[in-house]
């Protein structure tokens, strides 16, 4: 039975897609679930699944084409399996390369192959027909030499082995040089090749913030000693506990949200000529992928402990690695948290993460000598950075909000006494 292959349904945020990648070829043999194509829109990666065992038998949108919602990317043709099929018995797959590989001679009309591939069929044993369906051996393709020419397991093995080898003789085709080829010393080289629906849509939002914000940053340092001493003394008691390692990022979520809490200009978001005052705490975190930098949120941040942050950001991160984040799980976010440390960067200016008016932004932990009660001692020291949009949020504001979080981190026990 012939269905259609369509693009997922998109969500109202999501105009078109662009195919990205066909895992399946025309011809191809599927089975149930299994990954057929990907979409790539501006935000996400949607995967199209095949929707039982059958073949791929025709393809519409090539890769690189761009599609809307239901769009139909090609056909399916559900219980086939590539080549002819016997009835009782498990249809035989021939790939594209057998078919190229056919003489003349073996040319024959499509309704005389198939009456002799199921008479060949017949005549093959039950471990040989297993064998050629596993390999992609149509049962035409091999010589029986059992008794009344019947196909043994033997036969089918002798036909794989002689294929195999005939492909290796065979010179590899000839490919267009690229830039994976080393260069020849001396050659200036480059290569062009698009932009991802993804970066591009990353591209639009930097330079969107930059031109209609007033943005500015300020600076301060803390000193991550107490909470390293902390996590040393409790982190195989906690990690037994609630089956996740206790991180920074847990302790830096909590520390924002009780900072947002004191000064609600830098949880709000600007609407046109309007303020919107946001009465929760949905932290976004920035995550760092091949395909470019997303933002996963922590919904209601404020109702969770250090164990549910920490494993939160911990599943978006694999998440994101696979390209299975959600656009539900990268919206809404009503402040941001980025973590620049974890690749050596000492100090940077984050931009914001529109419509969100303000960003923190984390770095690398570095000793450094610091003068302490009149003396010289060597601590691990971290830059913090608070980009904010200077339209809603005073400096004041925005100095206060950075001395609370630093405040929280060098004093744990703030976040439990609520001062």
Known sequence: MATDIKAPQFPESVADGTVATWHKQEGEAVKRDELLVDIETDKVVLEVVAPADGVVSKILAAEGDTVESQQVLGHFEEGASGSASSGGD???????????????????????????NDSASDQAGPAARKLMTEHGVAAAQVTGTGKGGRITKADVEKTISDKEEKRASQPAPQQPATLDVPATPGEREERRVPMTRLRKRIAERLVSAQQNSAMLTTFNEVNMKPIMDMRKHYQPEFEKAHNVRLGFMGFFTRACVEALKRFPAVNASIDGEDIVYHGYYDVGVAVSTERGLVVPVIRDADQRGLAEVESQIIEYGQKAQKGKLSIEEMTGGTFTISNGGVFGSLISTPILNPPQTAILGMHKIQERPMAVDGKVEILPMMYLALSYDHRLIDGKEAVQFLVAVKNFIEDPARLLLDI
Request: charged letters at 40%; proline letters at 7%; a negative charge.
């Open 90 to 116: 498990k249809a035989d797959s021939a790939p594209a390369e057998q078919k190229e590989e056919a003489s003349a001679e073996e040319k024959a009309p499509a309704s005389e192959a198939a009456s002799d």
